[in-house]
């Protein structure tokens, strides 16, 4: 398989039906999800990984790494319905554990950590519960933040004794989802950022 045909399978993934504006959900389309995904595997940190996918909404991440062969991947979200949805996206996986809870409840050591974290515009700082939490889960964590986090990311990364090895910047276009949005469109600049422990 290659990062195009991973891009074309995530694109068919049922999305969620309810989008919750206090747990700042988005759909994360293929080809950002796919370009995520296809670095921390061409890292060698999917094929025959344990892999977390913390606040896992559709699935999209976890599914990506069991497509690229990931031992098991643990999908975990507070949100009931896109544990539900996940559930149903991934449904041809044998490999796969459904956590419904918050992801502060989840002690478990994993090989590498996906995420989409909030972005902490609606709950400030919840970008860095995730964080926190992957720090203490695994030594390679792959996540999506926004472009202007930077000198965040790597204060809070240093304090955790993780260091950031790479930062892939891209778009993340935000379709018109909720009552405050006045565009059909955003453009967010955004990173995908490697950190790993040191």
């Not at 497509?67 to 041809?92: H, M, P, Q, T």
């Not at 030594?139 to 926004?146: A, P, Q, T």
Request: charged share 30%; with cysteine.
């Amino acid at each position: 398989m290659n990062k195009k045909q991973l891009s074309i399978i995530l694109s068919k993934l049922k999305p969620l039906k309810n989008f919750k504006v206090e747990l700042e959900q988005y759909q994360t389309d293929g080809e950002l999800a796919s370009l995520l995904i296809w670095k921390a595997y061409q890292d060698g940190n999917i094929e025959n990984k344990t892999v977390a996918d913390l606040g896992c909404g559709s699935g999209i991440l976890g599914i990506g790494a069991l497509s690229l062969g990931a031992e098991k991947v643990y999908f975990l979200d507070v949100d009931k319905e896109a544990i539900n949805v996940c559930k149903d996206n991934s449904k041809n996986y044998k490999n796969a554990e459904y956590l419904n809870i918050d992801i502060n409840s989840f002690n478990k050591k994993t090989d590498t950590v996906l995420m989409n974290p909030p972005f902490g515009v609606q709950n400030r700082k919840a970008d860095k519960e995730f964080l926190l939490k992957a720090f203490k889960t695994t030594n390679n964590i792959y996540s999506l933040h926004k472009i202007e986090s930077k000198n965040f990311i790597e204060k809070i990364s240093k304090e955790n004794g993780f260091s950031v090895k790479e930062i892939i910047a891209t778009d993340f276009i935000i379709n018109k989802l909720y009552k405050f949005h006045k565009k059909q469109k955003y453009e967010v600049k955004i990173g995908v950022w490697h950190l790993e422990k040191i």
